[in-house]
């Protein structure tokens, strides 16, 4: 039976150009495991889109001297295009510049105000005498009250991942002039999150499934006792408040974002013929699984769920499968400083699948997972070229010479044909397992481990030997290992979906991998193969330096 499956991933701000960080936390895991629930023929709906608003934008804008629109707009274009060359497949990218999304926003707002999950208060907040402005979020900048780091930010601090309120903040300074600021009063608006603390501690208790970092933060945040949480900031940027009166205040970029998930949903379904169909991926019998990075684990398995419960008789997350960070070069990622490796820049030099590779293979689901440019080409060089690309080329080379470039007619099985028969179908069992619960990493290792049995098996067989002596055996053989190509070309599918299809077209086959779904299956003999070309390319290892080189460097960004 068919599972009906939502996939919402982090709305990244469209202040800048994605980075391979965001494609380690969020972007990958959650498209292997779209195309592994679609290939298994389920139901799959993954959503994200650009987040528009915010200070992350407006600090960009008067950076670059321009409006939050332009550089918004001209980000998502960007995100848009990097989806497309990495096979990111989204059913619906769109943005929270929309006027769905506003409608939903407000929606919401206004029935948790109703509802009493919403309340008035007066608060002082940060005000920059120098710059006559209200320093909201990241226009404020001080030490991080619960682990003392400097750097931390009037909405979150980055080190220790924790939510904060600007009054919090120890020597709190404007990030633009570095003034200390002012307290003045304003009116706000609180999310009740106290409300939900007894809730939401035992609604996680029944999360055994999650992570275990998930869980652990999860509840130790709980376990220290919520805050109510200002959910409304002094900025013209965002969703004005759905009321009169409160001119030149916006919806939280925060608390807006999260609601992308159900306005991305109900966007979606405007495009279908029945428009209350988003309510088939939020109602009943469905999974919903939130990919995201650590640093956001707060909005998704507290407040979202919060603003849900508030909200109205929507499913709660399934699962959030929240990964560690990705170190470069054994350094802490950082954009300010350019240590980064930038998906644009990486997709004009190289080819989607050996990153997806490296990412997957390195993911930090459980602990920080480091990129470094050595071991992208040393991966790429001896285990995509190697092992698996080289694979698939003697085989079908050898075969499309030697059999009339047809899949050869096998004689009967000897006990070894049979064990790597068994093994390719055990392979797509383990994998089906391991992903369904989005262990990704030892998935594509199994993955792997079925490419290097089937060249061992290729070493004791020699086809290219017996086929002189014994053109039956060689048959046989090639056979074999054709049909475990076939199997790969499923099981690498969700990982490297651009070379599955090729090696599909390879071996004759048409449509997509993805229609053939989640099984074994052994070409028929005769069936025409297509010329075979090499599906991975090495790369100099020179490249590393040159690469590597580029870190640190300031360039336009
Ligand atoms: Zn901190
Ligand atoms: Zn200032």
């Not at 068919?2 to 936390?25: K, M, T």
């Not at 992308?260 to 309510?279: D, F, I, P, Q, V």
């Amino acid at each position: 039976m068919s599972e009906r499956i939502l996939i919402g991933v982090a709305w990244p701000y469209a202040n800048g150009p994605l980075h391979v960080g965001h494609i380690a936390g969020a972007y990958l895991p959650a498209d292997i495991f779209a195309r592994y629930h679609r290939t298994k023929g389920n139901e799959v709906l993954m959503v994200s889109g650009s987040d528009q608003h915010g200070t992350p934008i407006t600090i960009q804008a008067e950076k670059e001297e321009r409006t939050p629109a332009q550089i918004a707009g001209e980000n998502h274009q960007l995100f848009l295009d990097s989806w497309q060359r990495l096979g990111i497949s989204f059913d619906l990218f769109t943005s929270t510049s929309t006027t769905n999304h506003a409608e939903v926003a407000s929606d919401i707002f206004l029935t948790l105000l109703d509802k009493g999950y919403i309340y008035k208060a007066t608060v002082s907040q940060p005000f920059c005498p120098h710059c006559q402005r209200f320093l909201p979020d990241r226009y404020i900048e001080g030490i991080c009250p619960f682990c003392n780091s400097p750097g931390a930010r009037g909405d979150q601090c980055d080190e220790c991942s924790k939510p904060i309120n600007a009054a919090e903040l120890i020597n709190p300074h404007c990030r633009h002039c570095g003034t200390n600021p002012q307290f003045k009063d304003s009116e706000h608006f609180f999310l009740k999150l106290t409300a939900f603390e007894d809730r939401l501690l035992a609604w996680v208790k029944e999360q055994s499934h999650w992570r275990q970092n998930v869980l652990n933060f999860t509840t130790r945040y709980l376990e220290e006792g919520l805050k109510d949480r200002a959910i409304t900031r002094d900025i013209e940027w965002g969703i004005p408040l759905p009321l009169d009166g409160f001119e030149g205040k916006c919806l939280y970029v925060w608390f807006e974002a999260v609601i992308g998930y159900l306005s991305a949903t109900k966007e979606w379904a405007k495009s279908r013929e029945n428009k209350e169909e988003w309510r088939s991926f939020w109602q009943g019998d469905v999974k919903s699984y939130y990919f995201i990075g650590k640093d956001n684990i707060v909005f998704h398995t507290i407040i979202w769920p919060a603003m849900l419960m508030g909200y109205s008789d929507l499913n709660l997350p399934y699962d959030v499968p929240a990964n560690e960070f990705l170190t470069i070069e054994g350094r802490k990622l950082s954009t300010s400083r350019n240590w980064a490796v930038w998906l644009p820049d990486y997709l004009s030099r190289y080819d989607p699948d050996p990153l997806r590779y490296l990412l997957s293979i390195n993911m930090p689901e459980t602990s920080d997972g480091d990129f470094s440019w050595r071991e992208f080409i040393r991966r790429n060089n001896n285990e995509l070229v190697a092992t698996y690309g080289n694979l698939v080329h003697r085989v079908l080379t050898f075969t499309y010479r030697n059999f009339d470039g047809c899949v050869p007619e096998p004689g009967e099985f000897d006990a070894r044909s049979q064990s790597l028969l068994n093994m390719a179908k055990d392979t797509l069992g383990t994998m089906d397992e391991l992903l369904s619960e989005c262990h990704f990493r030892e998935a594509i290792r199994s993955a792997m481990s079925l490419a290097h049995e089937t060249n061992r098996y290729l070493d004791e067989k020699s086809p290219w030997k017996t086929i002189k002596e014994d053109r039956q055996a060689a048959a046989t053989a090639l056979y074999v290992a054709i049909s475990v190509l076939s199997s790969l070309r499923t099981v690498m599918y969700p990982f490297l979906p651009f070379s599955s299809q090729r090696l599909h077209e390879f071996l004759g086959y048409k449509g997509s991998v993805e229609g053939d779904g989640w099984q074994f299956r052994s070409p028929v003999p005769g069936q025409r193969l297509l010329p075979p070309e090499p599906l991975f390319s090495k790369l100099d290892e020179d490249l590393a330096d040159e690469e590597t080189s580029r870190l640190g460097q300031t360039h336009l960004h």
